[in-house]
Structure formats: structure tokens, C-alpha cells
């Protein structure tokens, strides 16, 4: 036992130290699982997510599922099953600035607007809004247990939609050595994107411990650019139960890649779920 919690521990401490992203998050989550039938159940959760360093928040969602298993052998050691969900969205995007000066002096976009107004470089702002989002997920998922281990390989289709979304552009120009600032309205149109989810996971049962480790990798492929790999996460911690209907996981997830669904770095994750 102590071998295994120890290689549990070295295998979190890698993931920290492997994390190359400076920014922080937390990513958290209450839900409950109804069975309804033998080898069917719902679900419904809800989620709350935040980035930079903790002090802003990313996105909140309520989400229901619906998972049956297909099969299962009579050992009880291997069985596949299939769920779908749906994910209703309120996802938080931050202020982003694009360089507007001359095109001859080479200035990065989305800085902070105090490092163009300093040097004088006329700049473009878009002010944070928040953008709503429909997500619907359907997957299928194999698992295999060897001994003590116990081995998962879950294939999810993810289809989002985008509402349009308003928010306010300033425009600042430096012009006889003073700026002006004019606001306009300005908005995204709505959106669609579709994503392939592959996520391999294992688990491993500690004999006479509540607390069982897992670790996981997730590699997300945007299906509209050629199947083209958008972002990978790594996920390391423990999950326990108190009387087989309070469920807890707690871990650290590693996300190597920003892109306009979420942001990148390295985030501490909770989450709990109540099985009735």
C-alpha cells in the first residue's frame, strides 16, 4: 500500500513539474447519478470553472446525461457503455487588444493596453463579455480490470453551438500628441464547432484504503480542421466514497494548449457526486 501511495504522490509531483503553463484555475463540480433501470442511469451536474491565477472567472454550466451499458461479461471485468448530454453554457471571455499602429513596427496583440498607451501605438480594445454555448456530447466507452487495475478508453463526439454575442470596441488613436478613444458596438456571429475526445484513464485500488489513485490522458481533435490535435490534458489525483453514494475526486489536470474554448494551464479540480 504505501508503494502505491507513493507512486501516486511522484506521479502528481511530475505532473506539477511538468506543467509549463504560469496561469492557475480551479475547475469544480456537484451532480447526481439516478439509476433507473439495471445498467442505466441520468445524471445532472453542475459546474464552476476559473482561470488566471483564481481571481477571474471562466465559464459556469448545467448539464443532464443519460449513459446505458451495452455489455458486460460474467466476470463483471470488462463492459462497455454509451452515454449522451447535453451542457448549457455561460462561458466569461476577457478583454483582448490587437495592435492597430504602423504595420512597419512589429507590436504583439493582446497585451495590456497600458504597454500601447505608454509607447504611443494605436490599438483596438474589445471589452469582456459573456458568450452563451450549447454543448451535446455521445460517447462510448470500454473498460477492462486486471487485478487491482482497472483500464478505460472512452470515444466522445462533441458538437458546440455559439450564440452571437454583443460587446463594446474602443478605438484608441494617438494623434497630435494626445489619444481619442471611440466606442462602437461591435458582436461575434453565431458558431458551430465539432470535436473527436479521446481519453484514456486508469485507476488502481489500494487493498483496505478509501483514498484509489487514477491518472488519465485526453487529446481533443477538431474534426472542421482535418482531425488537427487542438489541445491535450493530463489529469492525476484520488477519488473515494463514503457509504457507495457520496463519491469524491480530487486531482490536478495539466492542459497544454489556449484556444478559444478554454484556457490553458494548470488547475487544482473537486468534484463530488451523490448516486441514488
Given amino acids: 500500500m ?11 509531483m511530475a505532473c506539477l513539474y511538468s506543467a509549463a503553463q504560469p496561469t492557475w484555475g480551479f475547475r469544480g463540480g456537484v451532480g447526481v447519478d439516478k439509476k433507473i433501470s439495471k445498467g442505466m442511469s441520468a445524471g445532472l451536474e453542475a459546474r464552476y470553472h476559473q482561470t488566471d491565477d483564481f481571481q477571474r472567472t471562466d465559464r459556469w454550466s448545467l448539464g443532464v446525461s443519460l449513459s446505458k451499458r451495452l455489455y458486460r461479461n460474467e466476470a463483471k471485468t470488462f463492459s462497455v457503455k454509451s ?11 476577457d478583454w483582448s487588444t490587437k495592435y492597430k499602429g504602423d ?18 501605438y494605436d490599438f483596438n480594445l474589445n471589452n469582456s463579455y459573456v458568450e452563451t454555448r450549447h454543448r451535446v456530447t455521445a460517447s462510448v466507452q470500454a473498460a477492462a480490470e486486471f487485478g487491482r487495475f482497472k ?23 494617438y494623434e497630435d500628441n494626445s489619444w481619442t478613444v471611440k466606442s462602437s458596438p461591435d458582436g461575434k456571429s453565431p458558431s458551430n464547432s465539432n470535436v473527436l475526445r479521446s481519453k484514456v484513464n486508469m485507476d488502481y485500488d489500494i487493498p483496505h484504503w478509501k483514498l484509489d489513485p487514477f491518472v ?7 474534426i472542421d480542421d482535418s482531425f488537427k490535435i487542438e489541445k491535450s490534458r493530463i489529469t492525476a489525483g484520488v477519488e473515494f466514497s463514503i457509504n457507495k453514494k457520496h463519491n469524491f475526486e480530487v486531482a490536478y489536470l495539466w492542459q497544454n494548449q489556449h484556444d478559444d474554448d478554454e484556457p490553458a494551464g494548470s488547475f487544482i479540480c473537486f468534484d463530488y457526486t451523490f448516486e441514488f
Avoid: W
Fill in 83 to 93: 452515454a449522451v448530454g447535453y451542457k448549457f453554457m455561460k462561458v466569461y471571455n
Fill in 2 to 12: 504505501r508503494r502505491s501511495l507513493l507512486a501516486a504522490c511522484c506521479l502528481f
Fill in 151 to 173: 483500464i478505460s478508453l472512452r470515444e466522445s463526439y462533441q458538437f458546440t453551438h455559439r450564440d452571437s454575442a454583443d460587446f463594446v470596441k474602443d478605438k484608441y488613436r
Fill in 103 to 120: 504595420p512597419a513596427i512589429a507590436v504583439n496583440n493582446d497585451l495590456d493596453p497600458q504597454y500601447y498607451i505608454d509607447n504611443n
Fill in 216 to 222: 488519465s490522458y485526453e487529446m481533443l481533435n477538431g
